[in-house]
């Protein structure tokens, strides 16, 4: 396959580079050395320059006032954000624009898109079911309430580590119904009232803030629930797909910032980037990061052209993950050791990366899951 990146493609890199490149990562302590949040929202002077630069409507049609672009596009704009820690909620909101515009009704597409596109409705996603550990779909029943005329849904259940969920304007929630059938359902950020649904603050290993989403009894409409059966597998790929990007740009932001302190930090009268065994090290990790890089491009690709293969796109997306999760603890490893002292430092960026990383590595999962995963595709197709 090609993976030669289109014009259009690439404009978005170079938009990306534009807005996050000046964008310096700073040295704040995580919550495991201060008490709270880093900070009580996203950057939003950030989230403003993307929403000018149209990044923030790559993967919304252009008769909703975007870019109509594909999840490689995205994938490379999170590939900069992530060399810098851009604190703003980019994948999930674009994923979810993209759920909307693709399996939503079309009022729902008015009354979402234009806004999202324009960065004035933030959207995000709860995706890691009721405890991180267990399928996101099956934390919440969905059943239709007998008491509302207008056929309306009734949600129970619990899903935590929602990812902006105290600052977002709409939350989409997978939801199980009593058929065995996902359905997505937008509910409304904190700013608007919704009997049955409290947020609890909880925090992530990154220092920003999450929030344990339960549900009880709590009503929405049908016009607010995406009932198309391919809805939540798409969102799910698209949302681990992008996790991949985001590992894989901060593992190269990680490599770069080890590159320059070892050509400068000296040993016996020599840079340490002369050491063979610091050379090898760093040689692996740019090993790891190809091989993230190659499967990503991969799965990304099967997303944004629907191409058939000898495996559904969840293959290629476990094979992603797979090297993804491994890849980006190694290369911070790495870096701590070839860092020194400065690994340590608090008041040195390469902590936040390290902190990010471990975030990362626990939403994807550990790699021997998808090697499972993988192992059971390959048996269902017999292709072992």
């Not at 170079?14 to 709270?36: I, R, Y």
């Not at 596009?73 to 624009?97: D, F, G, I, M, N």
């Not at 009721?130 to 009734?154: K, M, N, Y």
């Not at 890089?293 to 944004?304: D, F, V, Y």
């Amino acid at each position: 396959m090609d993976f030669t990146f289109s014009e259009e493609q690439q404009a978005a890199v170079e938009a990306a580079k534009a807005v996050f490149t000046p964008v310096a990562p700073d040295g704040v302590p995580s919550p495991a050395l201060t008490a709270g949040a880093v900070a009580d929202d996203f950057d939003r002077t950030l989230w403003a320059k993307a929403a000018d630069a149209d990044l923030l409507s790559l993967l919304i049609a252009p008769e909703h006032g975007g870019a109509g672009l594909d999840a490689i596009a995205l994938c490379l704009v999170l590939r900069e954000a992530a060399k810098v820690l851009a604190r703003v909620p980019l994948l999930e909101h674009s994923a979810a624009a993209a759920t909307v515009g693709a399996y939503g009704g079309e009022e729902l597409k008015r009354e979402i898109l234009p806004g999202a596109g324009r960065g004035e409705l933030v959207l995000t996603v709860a995706s890691a079911g009721r405890t991180g550990h267990e399928a996101a779909d099956l934390a919440v029943t969905a059943r239709r309430d007998p008491d509302a005329a207008d056929g309306g849904w009734q949600l129970d259940g619990t899903q935590t580590a929602v990812p902006w969920a105290l600052n977002a304007d709409r939350i989409i929630v997978p939801a199980h119904t009593p058929a065995g059938d996902t359905v997505l359902a937008l509910l409304p950020g904190p700013a608007t009232d919704l009997p049955g649904r409290t947020l609890a603050e909880q925090f992530s290993t990154t220092g920003e803030r999450l929030a344990e989403l339960r549900l009880d009894g709590a009503r929405v409409t049908p016009h607010d629930v995406i009932t198309d059966p391919a809805a939540w597998p798409r969102l799910h790929d698209l949302l681990a797909t992008g996790t991949c990007a985001l590992a894989l740009g901060l593992g190269e932001g990680v490599l770069k910032m080890t590159s320059d302190y070892a050509s400068k930090r000296e040993q016996f009268g020599h840079p340490i980037a002369t050491f063979q065994a610091v050379a090898v090290q760093a040689a692996d990790r740019y090993i790891d990061l190809r091989a993230m890089e190659a499967t990503l491009w991969q799965a990304a690709w099967r997303l944004s052209s629907g191409a058939t293969g000898p495996l559904p796109v969840t293959g290629d997306v476990a094979v992603a993950k797979t090297w993804a999760s491994d890849g980006v603890r190694r290369i911070v490893q790495t870096a701590q050791h070839l860092h020194g002292g400065f690994g340590a430092d608090t008041d040195y960026p390469l902590h936040r990366y390290h902190a990010w990383a471990k975030h990362l590595e626990l939403s994807l999962g550990p790699a021997a899951a998808h090697e499972e995963i993988l192992g059971d595709l390959l048996a269902a197709h017999q292709l072992g």
